[in-house]
């Protein structure tokens, strides 16, 4: 069955620390993954999706398919980057289908 | 641009009771799609509207079902309700010439007394 776990309910670190933010999913295909962001008072939007290799905000996700994991990755926090992240994989081809994990709340404090 | 909206915004309801939640879609997007996110979890999808057609069904009784209408606006009905359907109930639409992506409303926050 499709699976995504954050082991992590809440994160805290201090600005200018290194993020890493956990994701391991269970699919028995070739998956696709995401990254989605709600910031405080704010619709969920996506953050990044795999397949396009970006970094957004200075966040990059590697999907490691021998682990089974898609971290979400950030050299310096920011203290804007406090919100509510989730990991979602994708149910079909087109993308737009997710089972989400269960969210990691990052603070980043002064 | 409109983005997605929802309405209402809050509903409270009794068990047993049917509810309908409304979601219109962002211009230009073409499929809907609807998430159940309880307290403290994260969003689990409920089914998808392409073209007014169902295209896709999560793990969702029978109870839970939808519409999609000719301008893409959508509906989510749920009969009999059940304590644990209180949750914030989410509207997502896309379309396929904008890569897919999914744009959500504020959602719909539903209590079940």
């Known amino acids: 069955a499709q699976r995504v776990t954050q082991p992590e309910k809440l994160l805290s670190v201090f600005k200018g620390a290194p993020v890493e933010l956990k994701c391991n999913y269970s699919y028995s295909g070739s998956p696709e993954l995401f990254w989605y962001v709600q910031y405080s008072r704010q619709r969920l939007q996506l953050l990044l999706r795999h397949i396009s290799r970006e970094s957004i905000k200075g966040f990059t996700a590697d999907l490691n398919k021998g682990e089974t994991s898609f971290h979400l990755k950030k050299p310096f926090a920011q203290e804007e980057d406090s919100a509510m992240y989730y990991c979602?994989?994708?149910?079909?081809?087109?993308?737009?289908?997710?089972?989400f994990g269960g969210g990691t709340r990052l603070m980043v404090k002064p | 641009e409109t983005g997605v909206t929802q309405s209402p915004t809050h509903l409270i309801k009794t068990r047993g009771q049917q509810v309908t939640l409304r979601c219109s879609s962002q211009?230009?997007?073409?499929?809907v799609s609807w998430y159940q996110q309880a307290l403290g979890q994260g969003p689990q999808f409920i089914f998808q509207y392409y073209r007014e057609e169902e295209n896709g069904r999560g793990n969702f009784p029978p109870r839970f079902s939808g519409l999609q209408f000719p301008n893409y606006s959508s509906e989510l009905n749920v009969n009999a309700l059940e304590l644990d359907d209180s949750a914030l109930y989410l509207c997502?639409?896309?379309?396929?010439?904008?890569?897919?992506?999914?744009?959500f409303g504020p959602g719909t926050r539903l209590t079940v007394l």
């Open positions: 979602a994989l994708s149910l079909n081809n087109a993308g737009n289908m997710l089972t």
């Open positions: 997502a639409s896309s379309s396929r010439d904008r890569g897919n992506e999914q744009f």
């Open positions: 211009s230009g997007h073409n499929t």
